[in-house]
Structures are given as structure tokens and as C-alpha cells.
């Protein structure tokens, strides 16, 4: 019933940027921190950056604060604006939703650490 959507990736050579949208879909009535998340062949999913219901940003490291910005235009959808990319920035981007509130029968449940499936973003050298 509940789904998170990522898109926007694919191949960009280095220096060019992207855009990854994740649209939450489902009747949803709330949705806490979002944020988007990256894995690279042979290494851990590692945190990009979040944001809250209220708009508060936080970036994982120096290696993407700067070149990347995270937005929210609503509660439902997020945004990862990702520029000067460089190949060390190619990995498998993930949406993430630490608690999305939704109803179900007219009943009210929660889900926390919930996972889009991810979008492929390659930076060519």
C-alpha cells in the first residue's frame, strides 16, 4: 500500500548533474525525516543527506555538501539536486523514510526505516 519511488538516475559524465526524485505514494498522512542514501559495488549503504517534516538539512560528509542539496517541496516528496559529479559519486541512490504514518481500513499504522528500491546513478570519467 505504501511505496517509495525513486527516479531520475543514469549516466552522466563527470562534471554534469542530476536530479532523483522519490515520490511517496499510498494513503499517507505523514511522513518524519526523509532522506537519500547511496552504495557503491563492494562497499555499505552509506547516508547522503536528510531532511525533516520541518525542512532541517543535514549532509553526510564534505564530499557531497556543497554539490549536493536535498529538498522537500511537500510531505510526500523529496528531492536530491546532485552537480559537478564526479565517478567517485557512481552508486545506487536510495530513498529512505524513517516513519511514514498511514491509514489502512480508516486505521492508522506506522512503518519506520522504509526503503524505496533504489536508482543507478553512473558518472563516467
Known amino acids: 500500500q505504501v511505496q517509495l519511488v525513486e527516479s531520475g538516475g543514469g549516466l552522466v559524465q563527470a562534471g554534469g548533474s542530476l536530479r532523483l526524485s522519490c515520490a511517496a505514494s499510498?494513503?499517507?498522512?505523514?511522513?518524519?525525516?526523509m532522506g537519500w542514501y547511496r552504495q557503491a559495488p563492494g562497499k555499505q549503504r552509506e547516508l547522503v543527506a536528510t531532511?525533516?517534516?520541518?525542512?532541517?538539512?543535514k549532509y553526510a560528509d564534505s564530499a557531497v555538501k556543497g554539490r549536493f542539496t536535498i529538498s522537500r517541496d511537500n510531505a510526500k516528496n523529496v528531492y536530491l539536486q546532485m552537480n559537478s559529479l564526479k565517478p567517485e559519486d557512481t552508486a545506487v541512490y536510495y530513498c529512505?523514510?524513517?516513519?511514514?504514518?498511514?491509514?489502512?481500513?480508516?486505521?492508522?499504522?506506522?512503518?519506520?526505516?522504509?526503503w524505496g528500491q533504489g536508482t543507478q546513478v553512473t558518472v563516467s570519467s
Open positions: 529512505n523514510a524513517d516513519r511514514i504514518g498511514y491509514y489502512s481500513d480508516s486505521a492508522p499504522y506506522y512503518i519506520r526505516d522504509y
Open positions: 499510498g494513503n499517507i498522512f505523514s511522513i518524519n525525516t
Open positions: 531532511i525533516t517534516s520541518g525542512g532541517n538539512t
